[in-house]
T-cell receptor, first 115, second 111 residues
């Protein structure tokens, strides 16, 4: 297993377009997290899944954002009608286990630029 | 409102000396405190953690100290090596497994 992978690594889009990112977690990890990181900030929690169930969504996740994990394996994050403020690095992480699972393994991220 | 604060955006340390990265927090409900390390073009990687009921955890060259009364933790790296040059994020884990990150400190190890 090569770790968490994300696709694409970079995405440039025009304002108003829809974009979709994919995350493949480490196999057998039952938890999957999405974070957003902007310049000069640490990663900010967006949402997370346990298996296919989305358990929490941050208030940062506006109605234009939707995340899915249909079979409890890979996940997609879609942003509709992108805005310049959506430009950021989108990070995915996964972990395994019950209770506190602080050792989250991060992917390399998808850098989104909205022009 | 920043619950995890790293007030030093950058730090330069001579190779072989001790690097000390500091972090303050405001929420007493955190279960664990974590340090992540990030190289350019890579995601953060977990480095070391400490439970809120401990005051010290050591792993090789890395030691994390927790002062609950001051709501302060620090990461000590000794001796510092060139490969330690990276951005270090202090983070805290809430009971629902949400991690709250600080803004990071960029560590430069000087030859």
């Amino acid at each position: 297993d090569t770790g968490v992978s994300q696709d694409p690594r970079h995405k440039i889009t025009k304002r108003g377009q829809n974009v979709t990112f994919r995350c493949d977690p480490i196999s057998e990890h039952n938890r999957l997290y999405w974070y957003r990181q902007t310049l000069g900030q640490g990663p900010e929690f967006l949402t997370y899944f346990q298996n296919e169930a989305q358990l929490e969504k941050s208030r940062l996740l506006s109605d234009r954002f939707s995340a899915e994990r249909p079979k409890g394996s890979f996940s997609t994050l879609e942003i509709q009608r992108t805005e310049q403020g959506d430009s950021a690095m989108y990070l995915c992480a996964s972990s395994f286990g019950q209770g506190s699972t602080y050792e989250q393994y991060f992917g390399p991220g998808t850098r989104l630029t909205v022009t | 409102d920043q619950q995890v604060k790293q007030n030093s955006p950058s730090l330069s340390v001579q190779e072989g000396r001790i690097s000390i990265l500091n972090c303050d927090y405001t929420n007493s409900m955190f279960d664990y405190f974590l340090w992540y390390k990030k190289y350019p073009a890579e995601g953060p990687t977990f480095l070391i953690s400490i439970s809120s009921i401990k005051d010290k955890n050591e792993d090789g060259r890395f030691t994390v100290f927790l002062n609950k009364s001051a709501k302060h933790l620090s990461l000590h790296i000794v001796p510092s090596q060139p490969g330690d040059s990276a951005v270090y994020f202090c983070a805290a884990l809430l009971r629902d497994d949400k991690i709250i990150f600080g803004k990071g400190t960029r560590l430069h190890i000087l030859p």
